[in-house]
């Protein structure tokens, strides 16, 4: 069994669908669980829908729902000719049910309601897809894996009942199914039947669910670059590919901000042993990218540069030592407020926290924060980072810049800047 993982840029159109079907033709018999995505912007415009919603503007909210439903049924019209009525029937009924929450008044919290708005994009995209593999002569099951994927009620960020989930897996028998299953990305559902999402990268982390709990042989993940990069090639246009990863590494990387393999995606497949491959959807036959349990020892420098980063200053309030319960105090904000600092520096009397500068946040640390300290906030930063780094390219990188905050050990050099 192979588990194959296609993002929302990999179905965001008509000619991208078809791309992937003739992808799917090379491997049609062979055993797949195939995860995709909402097509391209779906998510974004589906967030659109919950807000409006949840604003108790339930017009707008219909309006901006219809949007998405005409997409879909478009899509739909151009990929298919025979199954086009038993497709149609399925979406309706998906668009039913968001239109049915869509009528009443919002009495519960938006994270909620944003799971449930938002999981159709994903129900919508695999129906069409899958009707289409269907009359391209690629049978698969599709699967509604809020059948599947068992979670709590922690809305917008759910944790995984992985018992429950397992012995629904085992209960499918994916060996007396077609070679090819055809499931969604990012969301679950409670033991209540609510819809779920899991999450920053939920659908690769569905993707590595599968892979652990069928004991996959790997997982491939297609994007629209030719694998992992050393650095954003929008940025640094010599940004080069990167044939060999460890599980380890690809952690770090995204601990930094690279925007790889989310580490919660990389756990279930460490644990046993299963390799991951990004490759290209726009060129299959290209090696890609493969992260397993093997070091490679000459890695190239790996640049992550994070624009929109916010500096707040902490100084005690008497002049007396930042010790540990002050510290401690701290980190129980970070908690309550789900912050990640992407740098800390603390002195005798000061510490001083990076974090990305979304407004809302940034403005409720510090309120949080003044309990306990005197605080400044300064804006509009950049966080550099460079795992395998020299001189020469740290030196490079920050030439002319004014460094607030600087930081390295043996593997690693960030350096906070305006």
């Avoid at 029937?89 to 049910?97: R, V």
């Avoid at 795992?387 to 030439?399: A, C, D, P, S």
């Amino acid at each position: 069994m192979k588990v194959f993982k296609f993002g929302g840029a990999a179905v965001n159109n008509v000619e991208r669908i078809q791309n992937l079907a003739t992808i799917l033709q090379q491997y049609k018999d062979e055993k797949l669980i195939i995860i995709i995505s909402a097509m391209g912007k779906t998510t974004n415009a589906l967030e659109k829908v919950a807000e409006a919603f949840y604003a108790e503007k339930k017009e707008e909210a219909l309006q901006l729902f219809d949007v998405v439903k005409k997409q879909h049924l478009n899509t739909a019209k151009y990929l298919l000719v025979k199954n086009f009525n038993q497709c149609l029937s399925q979406l309706m009924d998906f668009f039913t049910e968001v239109e049915w929450l869509l009528h009443d008044k919002p009495v519960r919290e938006f994270d909620y309601y944003y799971d449930q708005i938002v999981c159709c994009g994903e129900l919508l995209s695999t129906c069409i897809i899958s009707h289409y593999l269907n009359e391209s002569g690629i049978k698969n099951n599709w699967l509604d894996v809020r059948d599947i994927i068992r979670s709590d009620n922690n809305f917008r960020d759910a944790n995984i009942d992985w018992e429950r989930t397992k012995t629904t897996i085992d209960q499918l028998s994916f060996t007396s199914l077609n070679n090819i299953s055809i499931t969604q990305g990012f969301i679950g559902a409670t033991d209540e039947n609510e819809s779920t999402t899991l999450g920053r990268e939920g659908s690769d982390y569905t993707a590595a669910v599968f892979a652990n709990i069928v004991n996959a042989e790997s997982v491939t993940i297609w994007k629209d670059v030719e694998g992992v990069m050393n650095a954003d090639p929008k940025i640094f246009p010599d940004a080069q590919l990167i044939n060999e990863l460890s599980y380890d590494e690809v952690i770090e990387m995204a601990y930094y901000g690279a925007q790889v393999i989310h580490p919660k995606t990389i756990k279930p497949l460490q644990n046993k042993g299963i390799p991951l491959h990004v490759k290209c959807f726009t060129d299959p036959s290209a090696a890609g990218t493969i992260i397993h349990k093997k070091h490679n020892k000459n890695l190239p420098p790996i640049i992550v540069l994070k624009e929109q980063q916010a500096l707040i200053h902490l100084e005690s309030r008497d002049y007396s030592f930042v010790g540990e319960k002050p510290m401690a105090m701290l980190y129980e904000i970070f908690a309550q407020l789900r912050i990640k600092p992407n740098l800390i520096q603390t002195g005798a009397i000061h510490v001083q926290v990076c974090i990305d500068d979304y407004s809302d946040k940034v403005e409720r640390l510090a309120l949080a924060a003044d309990t306990i300290f005197d605080v400044q906030v300064e804006k509009g930063l950049s966080l550099l980072s460079i795992r395998h780094y020299n001189e020469t390219l740290v030196n490079k990188m920050l030439i002319n810049k004014e460094v607030m905050l600087m930081q390295q050990t043996n593997e690693t050099v960030q350096a906070l800047f305006r």
